[in-house]
């Protein structure tokens, strides 16, 4: 399978489409800071006996260092991947908000012994239109806020102002965090960005959970260099996209070359970006772009990928999104279609949780041949989260 790139795409092809969800979904290939997954743990500087007593700070940019009197009990955040950060680490029960419910996939703890997040006592950040209402941050009363709080003031249309945000770590609590989920805000997010595991590691901090993150991080490496010694050496190239509805027409593209947390599954399998050289850019707060079936036509992918369909099953996407493109007059003739290579493509935000079941679906998805069935050990992971591993 040869990377195809598109010699040239018409303006008419590529059109402009309205904002759409606070925030946007997408990420783009002009990343900076360090694309490895390693992570980390020693920047914690402890005033106690080193066991969680007395107080301790933890350094991420952009907000510096934050110190702590005590480990945080009730905690929030706006994006769902670092709330599977504090459920990795055994803090589930703490939980108090995520940004967008919807987007947070809790399912995947189904499979998990004993790991349960109950999603209807988890409240939502996002009110009507998209807004946030800082008396919420007050109602809540967090120990601590897991968000990038440049993401709450320059990321999307909130309603929140820079002294919004600076009363509220006055008045309530902390913000520690930054925004991972993808790569490109350059017009603020002028700052280092994070891995996963390197945020994983950062949070661990926050809850002075490090031997229980070691211990996942431990597990995540051998899993993943297990996977990557099995791939076979001929590996498709992919277009991800985001359309939601079960006949789209439409889609945002976004670029796998980025090295956002939501993509991270599809770099450690080594799959290649039909967009390069095509002049496309990712989906992003600036950049609302859409592709329609004749440009994809052009660059005809081996493999499509189309996201805002993680409630359905395989089966249930393959009946609706797959058999609409099979029936499609120009859809149909796409290569990916052609061979059923057409999946579900992954979550906006994800975690060390998730990142395991969705390398597992991606694998087995796109490596048929090579993976089947399940690739990591759940009751290993359940013991991690337990605490004991």
Not at 156 to 174: C, H, T, W, Y
Request: aromatic share 10%; with cysteine.
């Amino acid at each position: 399978m040869q990377r195809r790139e598109l010699l040239g795409i018409g303006a008419g092809a590529l059109t402009t489409a309205l904002a759409g969800c606070a925030g946007g979904d997408g990420e783009s290939d002009g990343s900076t800071g360090d694309g490895n997954e390693s992570g980390g743990t020693g920047t914690t500087q402890q005033d106690g006996s080193g066991d969680g007593g007395g107080s301790y700070t933890v350094s991420m940019e952009p907000v510096g260092d934050v110190t702590f009197d005590a480990v945080p009990e009730k905690w929030l955040v706006y994006e769902s991947g670092y709330a599977d950060m504090g459920v990795a680490l055994g803090q589930a029960d703490g939980l108090l908000a995520v940004g967008n419910k919807p987007r947070y996939y809790t399912r995947y703890y189904d499979e998990l012994d004993g790991v349960n997040v109950d999603l209807g006592s988890v409240n939502q950040l996002l009110g009507d239109s998209y807004q946030i209402d800082k008396e919420l941050f007050y109602e809540l009363d967090a120990d601590v806020h897991l968000v990038d709080p440049n993401w709450l003031v320059k990321g999307s249309s909130f309603g929140l102002e820079q002294k919004d945000v600076d009363e509220i770590r006055e008045n309530v609590a902390p913000f520690i965090g930054n925004t991972i989920f993808r790569r490109t805000d350059s017009s603020w997010h002028t700052y280092r960005y994070y891995t996963m595991y390197e945020a994983f590691g950062k949070v661990a901090e926050v809850f002075q959970e490090t031997e229980r993150y070691e211990a996942f991080k431990s597990f995540h490496d051998d899993y993943v260099s297990r996977v990557q010694s099995e791939l076979p050496n001929e590996r498709p190239n992919a277009l991800l996209t985001f359309a939601d509805g079960d006949q789209p027409e439409e889609f945002s593209p976004y670029r796998l070359t980025d090295k956002g947390t939501n993509k991270k599954q599809f770099r450690d399998l080594g799959i290649e970006d039909a967009l390069t050289g095509t002049g496309v850019k990712g989906l992003s707060t600036s950049d609302r772009g859409t592709i329609d079936y004749e440009t994809m036509l052009e660059v005809d992918p081996d493999v499509l990928l189309v996201r805002g369909h993680e409630t359905k099953t395989a089966e249930e996407f393959e009946n609706t999104v797959l058999s609409f493109m099979k029936n499609h007059d120009v859809a149909s003739e796409l290569t990916a279609v052609k061979n059923d290579m057409v999946f579900r493509g992954g979550p906006i935000y994800q975690g060390p949780i998730q990142h395991l079941f969705t390398l597992e679906r991606a694998a087995t998805d796109l490596f048929p041949d090579t993976f089947s069935g399940e690739l990591f050990d759940r009751n290993e992971v359940a013991k991690i989260v337990a605490g004991d591993a």
